[in-house]
């Protein structure tokens, strides 16, 4: 069985640029989670996504957004790019009361 | 809306040595818990998981954690580490009934010396 998976593998922006992140679940799986891991803060909650739609997100800017697609794929968008946007970013794939497996990540930095 | 606490960021031991890291949450319902580990390099893997019944689980590699309702405490121990333990080790937590979100503490970085 495939695991969650993610691209690319690092992204390289600039401040100001736009980042677009991708994952794409455990088949079966309709939820997705979106996870910021920066350096000394653990890993905070940012998006999830279930049946296409946000149900939650975490304490982060609006420029931070995202979608789930039909095939329950999750692209997560950042917008204005800051410095300390820089970070790996996790996604994770999960059923009701099941095991979160999550991706690689994609490492973000914004110079 | 939960929270979870890890007391310890950063711990050394010697090979051999027993381990115990503290994982307390927060939270009015019932949860399910985890403890996940984070190799260098790699990606976030499950050590454990406790939904219900048997509060003592086992894991992979050796490990156990026991979930004490009363303290709303989950901590993860091994009896004796191998170098090969260096990691990462985050507890999580998330409500029971729904696909809600999963909440982790800050984490505790482990470094095993030969």
């Known amino acids: 069985e495939a695991g969650v998976t993610q691209s690319p593998t690092h992204l390289i922006k600039t401040r100001g640029q736009q980042a677009t992140l991708r994952c794409s679940p455990i088949?079966?799986?309709?939820?997705v989670y979106w996870y910021q891991q920066a350096l000394g803060l653990g890993l905070q909650f940012l998006l999830w996504?279930?049946?296409?739609?946000?149900?939650n997100r975490g304490n982060f800017p609006p420029r931070f957004s995202g979608r789930q697609f039909p095939n329950y794929s999750s692209e997560l968008n950042v917008n204005a790019l800051e410095l300390e946007d820089s970070a790996l970013y996790l996604c994770a794939s999960s059923q009701r009361d099941s095991v979160w497996f999550f991706g690689p990540g994609t490492r973000l930095t914004v110079l | 809306a939960q929270s979870v606490s890890q007391h310890n960021h950063h711990v050394i031991l010697s090979e051999a040595a027993s381990l115990e890291l503290g994982c307390n949450y927060s939270?009015?319902?019932?949860?399910?818990l985890f403890w996940y580990v984070q190799y260098p390099g790699q990606h976030l893997q499950l050590l454990l998981k406790y939904f219900s019944g048997d509060p003592l689980v086992k894991g992979i590699k050796g490990f156990e954690a026991e979930f004490i309702k009363s303290k709303f405490s989950f901590n993860l121990r091994k009896p004796s580490v191998q170098w090969s333990d260096t990691a990462e080790y985050f507890c999580a937590v998330s409500p029971t009934g729904t696909a809600s979100k999963l909440t982790f503490g800050t984490g505790t970085r482990l470094q095993v010396t030969l």
């Open positions: 996504y279930d049946e296409g739609e946000e149900r």
């Open positions: 939270y009015g319902g019932t949860v399910n």
């Open positions: 088949s079966g799986h309709t939820s």
